[in-house]
């Protein structure tokens, strides 16, 4: 089974419960994907790995073009039996390549719908014109199967025509090691904080989410707001440092950029928040639902396929500012909420999202595959 994702670290951090599946079923894994630090990452876990030479971020169509054809070559090259496509790009152009070298069976993933789905800007909605029929026909082929992480993603690509319910598999995440985050009791006789972990985008809702936090200073809640993740330079949607230095400045959170001690800072927080525009499956509430924090999101794709208002977290409407700011208000002042939601996220993670039981799912699906 050939992988073909767009970064060597988006492979590490979200696709190693996917490769052990398809090892656990039979396959011999390979991974191409453009190489960086990671690369010793793979191989030390037994995966071989084939560089591939593209750029996530580029638009440019010579730069496109020249990955395409590179992935052809690493196609004809491979021969695999069956190739997994990561995102859009992936998708697109391992469709391309995989017909060209005669791979039968192929697997699609939409991780997320991204920008290019989200926004209505001009660019993108050309792009999307551009790019739905090439999608129609990459996943024609019956042995084409597409995976969503969530229903709305499932109910989109199917009523766009881009493939069949009988042809999608419905994945609810990436499937997270537990042990990485365990259950934690929240730190008591701290001032309640709560985190977000993102990269800095407009459409995860950080500026909405610095608005509540504006009418929570004016209001004298006694809460802290962490922001942890980095600008994405290569987003549209990507918030400039200065903006995020100016909303510290003011005094409406602490921007701790990207950081690799994700666990601890979740178990010293008290609350998780995304209230972004559209996900796949949002890791990082994944990651606090594990540890024990009750959860906070708007009420949009992906994020409602986790967050149960209530039973796990709250769940917001849809950029509704004072919402959001009440809904941390109530947490941020009653500990005994947080610990039932918090205990309730725990258990949700164990059953659906956990790495052993989305392997389990995708392993099956594998196996399936050879008998066909």
């Given at each position: 089974m050939l992988f073909t994702v767009t970064e060597d670290w988006a492979f590490c951090s979200h696709r190693l419960p996917t490769a052990f599946a398809a090892r656990d079923a039979g396959y011999d894994v390979v991974v191409a994907t453009r190489m960086g630090k990671h690369q010793k990452q793979i191989e030390a876990l037994g995966f071989r790995t084939v560089p591939w030479a593209i750029k996530r971020e580029s638009l440019n169509p010579f730069s496109e073009l020249?990955?395409?054809?590179?992935?052809?070559?690493?196609?004809?090259?491979?021969?695999?039996?069956?190739?997994?496509?990561?995102a859009v790009k992936s998708i697109m152009y391992g469709s391309i390549a995989a017909r060209r070298a005669k791979v039968a069976k192929t697997l699609n993933l939409f991780s997320g719908m991204g920008v290019v789905f989200i926004s209505n800007a001009f660019k993108f909605r050309v792009i999307r014109t551009i790019i739905t029929p090439i999608l129609r026909w990459a996943l024609a082929p019956k042995a084409a199967r597409l995976q969503v992480q969530n229903d709305d993603d499932k109910a989109l690509l199917n009523g766009m025509g881009i493939s069949t319910a009988d042809r999608t598999d419905l994945i609810p995440g990436s499937g997270l090691d537990m042990e990485n985050f365990p259950f934690t009791p929240e730190p008591e006789n701290t001032r309640p904080k709560a985190l977000v972990v993102s990269r800095m985008l407009w459409d995860k809702g950080i500026g909405e989410l610095m608005d509540a936090a504006r009418l929570l200073k004016s209001r004298g809640v006694n809460i802290d707001i962490e922001l942890v993740g980095a600008p994405d330079p290569a987003n549209p949607a990507s918030i400039c440092q200065a903006q995020l230095t100016a909303w510290q400045d003011e005094g409406l959170m602490t921007w701790l950029g990207r950081r690799s001690d994700i666990a601890d800072l979740i178990k010293n927080s008290h609350i998780a928040v995304l209230p972004s525009y559209?996900?796949?499956m949002p890791r990082s509430l994944l990651e606090a639902a594990s540890i024990g924090r009750p959860l906070v999101a708007f009420d949009t794709p992906g994020c409602r396929d986790l967050v149960r208002d209530e039973k796990n977290g709250l769940l917001i409407g849809f950029k509704e500012t004072n919402a959001l700011a009440r809904a941390l208000e109530r947490l941020a002042t009653n500990p005994k909420l947080r610990q039932r939601l918090g205990e309730q996220a725990h258990k949700d993670i164990e059953t659906t999202y956990s790495a052993k039981a989305i392997q389990a799912q995708l392993q099956r699906?594998?196996?399936?595959?050879?008998?066909?």
């Open positions: 020249s990955a395409l054809m590179d992935l052809i070559r690493i196609y004809k090259q491979e021969q695999p039996d069956v190739s997994y496509h990561v559209r996900e796949g699906i594998f196996e399936t595959l050879q008998q066909e």
